[in-house]
């Protein structure tokens, strides 16, 4: 069964920092491609990052590019979102979530494309 626990959240100022973690249990996570989602109350799902477990490919939303980092650390099955320059409209719940893919494949960025979830993480940046 696999599991994914996201912490790291909590309130920060505008223009501050928070690194999320998301925790991974229950496969070998090497041929998996691992996003971040957030959601903020009265609004979808949206896509922020995703990173290739295998061969570390990275993609980025928009709107996070150049202010947001993902990362993984394989010998502790953890994957990170580091999260600078906080504006408050990335006041969200944010979610990890994963799904298998082939080697070499397009990294996944909408949410129906992933099969696990975490239970979110909130993220609160105050103006």
């Known amino acids: 069964q696999v599991q994914l626990v996201e912490s790291g959240g909590g309130l920060v100022q505008a223009g501050g920092s928070l690194r999320l973690s998301c925790a991974a249990s229950?496969?070998?996570?090497?041929?998996?491609?691992m996003g971040w989602f957030r959601q903020a109350p009265g609004k979808e799902r949206e896509f922020v990052a995703v990173?290739?477990?295998?061969?570390?490919?990275?993609y980025y939303a928009d709107s996070v590019k150049g202010r947001f980092t993902i990362s993984r650390d394989n010998a502790k099955n953890t994957v990170y979102l580091q999260m600078n320059s906080l504006k408050p409209e990335d006041t969200s719940v944010y979610y990890c979530?994963?799904?298998?893919?082939?080697?070499?494949?397009?990294?996944?960025?909408?949410?129906?494309?992933?099969?696990?979830w975490g239970q979110g993480s909130q993220v609160t940046v105050s103006s």
């Open positions: 229950g496969r070998t996570f090497s041929t998996y491609a």
């Open positions: 990173i290739s477990w295998n061969d570390g490919r990275t």
């Open positions: 979530a994963a799904r298998r893919i082939a080697i070499a494949t397009p990294l996944p960025k909408r949410k129906y494309e992933y099969d696990y």
